[in-house]
């Protein structure tokens, strides 16, 4: 569903390379989270698969479909065929949340009929239809970014791509968010979502890929913890270690 075959991408300018020969294989339906440290590559590696960056070399496949074949022109065409959510929301501020939801769809080119049948069925969703009047202004954060995964997830798309999408929600919200993408995800859709927030990763238990250096250090395909580099994975079990634990590892050992 995901493909990328030895992607490296660095940036005019700089010295070293945002991506470094990464190969990531994404399979229908998988929930991925992508963590690492700022600067580790991740919003890169994001947009290679919305294609607002190209990469030096390698080779992307998103969906069946070659990006080295999707010309300028074709590109907004392409993006509305993934569902893209990012942490500022970026909803038309002038519009109700059911306009939002419903603009998206115009643009789609989806008919007046089908926008009316399809919009409440979102917001439904998104457990929104009784705010559906408002502007995003009258919103919580939380309630904004619902309206934002509304409207990418308004046209079923099979892919949905998410950068830092609670970054900029407390704990309680940013729970209800994940939630929402969980069951999403249950609907049949690919989710690859870029995260800093650690207790989100090891609440869900799911694919954890990590960046760091613009290269892929660790993959772990199922039960994946959040962890960034080596030195924090032998810390992790020392801070849940009992007295106990510590005597039957010693006589294990
Ligand atoms: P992350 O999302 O993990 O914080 P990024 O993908 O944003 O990482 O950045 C990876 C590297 O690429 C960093 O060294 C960053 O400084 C550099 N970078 C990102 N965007 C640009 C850009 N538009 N121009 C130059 N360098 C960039």
């Not at 619902?146 to 309680?172: C, F, G, H, M, Y």
Request: hydrophobic share 40%; charged share 30%.
């Amino acid at each position: 569903m995901i493909l990328l075959d030895n992607v490296s991408k660095t940036y005019p300018g700089d010295k070293n390379p945002a991506l470094d020969s990464v190969s990531l294989h994404v399979e229908p339906n998988e929930f991925v989270f992508l963590v690492g440290k700022s600067g580790a590559g991740k919003s890169t590696l994001i947009k290679m698969i919305t294609k607002e960056e190209v990469p030096d070399s390698g080779k992307i496949v998103i969906g069946g479909i070659d990006l080295d074949y999707v010309k300028k022109r074709h590109i907004p065409g392409y993006r509305r065929r993934l569902g893209v959510v990012f942490q500022d929301f970026k909803l038309l501020p002038r519009r109700t949340v059911y306009e939002n939801v419903a603009f998206a769809l115009e643009i789609a080119g989806m008919s007046g009929r089908e926008i009316r049948k399809t919009v409440p069925k979102v917001l439904e969703l998104v457990d929104l239809l009784d705010q559906a009047k408002k502007f995003p202004s009258q919103l919580s954060g939380g309630q904004q970014q619902r309206v934002s995964i509304a409207r990418s997830v308004a046209r079923q798309p099979k892919i949905l791509i998410a950068d830092e999408p609670t970054a900029n929600l407390d704990k309680l919200t940013t729970a209800e968010i994940i939630e929402l993408l969980k069951k999403i995800n249950d609907f049949g859709t690919t989710i690859l979502v870029s995260t800093h927030d650690e207790e989100v990763v090891n609440n869900l238990q799911k694919r954890v890929v990590t960046l760091k250096d613009g290269k892929i250090v660790d993959d772990q395909k199922n039960g994946g913890i959040y962890k960034l580099d080596e030195k924090k994975v032998e810390k992790a079990p020392r801070v849940i270690q009992t007295p106990g634990h510590a005597m039957r590892k010693r006589v294990i050992q």
